[in-house]
């Protein structure tokens, strides 16, 4: 089946500071999500990107479809205390239309 | 604005027992999915609901049996709870099973003793 691999699978910053986190397929996707979730809650979706070498924005958060279609990156900059959370990046790919989910990165941002 | 509600948000079972985990959406999606979270693994698909009158198994099925009642219902049903049937469970829709974008409930967390 399809793997996603998503790192870091951690990270400690501090308020300010921008953060990068990046999925890896060992296949082709045609769909890549990001999505975050907050503690005691369900994961809320921030990105959707539709097209290999796609950039899209959404507020202080960024996200790109590589262009080999096997992987994805998010950028959020400037953090704040509220950006505290597992991400989660998800693809889809081929006739698999299934979405498969990376285990998430769990950021913590001291003010 | 509703979206995804699930119930009940916390349940404690003994091995052995059954119960029915319920989640209703909104937003006339097709398609209907329930996901088990368990730390360090992230989001595994249990089973889904490409449409209604259609369920297939997802990547971790065992253990679980799914209803699609209609369109807006989707359920999830533990016949004998055992203690690895333990941790958070999300109910999720999309608008269909190629629409790229779920949207999830709240989660129900399940401790089985």
């Known amino acids: 089946g399809q793997q996603l691999n998503q790192s870091p699978q951690s990270m400690f910053i501090q308020e300010g500071e921008d953060v990068s986190m990046n999925c890896t397929s060992s296949s082709i996707f045609n769909t890549w999500l990001w999505y975050k979730q907050d503690p005691g809650e369900g994961p809320v979706l921030l990105i959707a990107?539709?097209?290999?070498?796609e950039l899209t924005s959404n507020g202080r958060l960024t996200a790109q479809f590589g262009i080999t279609r096997k992987d994805s990156f998010l950028n959020i900059s400037a953090s704040i205390p509220s950006d505290v959370g597992i991400y989660f990046c998800a693809g889809r790919g081929g006739s698999n239309y299934k979405l498969t989910f990376g285990k998430g990165t769990l950021l913590t941002v001291n003010p | 604005n509703a979206g995804v509600t699930q119930t009940p948000k916390f349940q404690v079972l003994k091995t052995g027992q059954s119960m029915t985990l319920q989640c209703a959406q909104d937003?006339?999606?097709?398609?209907m999915y329930w996901y088990r979270q368990d730390p360090g693994m992230g989001l595994r698909l249990i089973y889904y609901s490409a449409s209604e009158g259609t369920t297939d198994k997802g990547e971790v099925p065992n253990g679980y049996n799914v209803s699609r009642l209609n369109k807006r219902e989707f359920s999830l049903r533990l016949e004998s709870a055992a203690p690895s049937q333990t941790s958070v469970y999300f109910c999720a829709s999309s608008r269909d099973s190629q629409g790229g974008e779920l949207f999830f409930g709240e989660g129900s967390r399940l401790t089985v003793l």
């Open positions: 937003m006339n999606h097709n398609s």
């Open positions: 990107l539709y097209k290999a070498g």
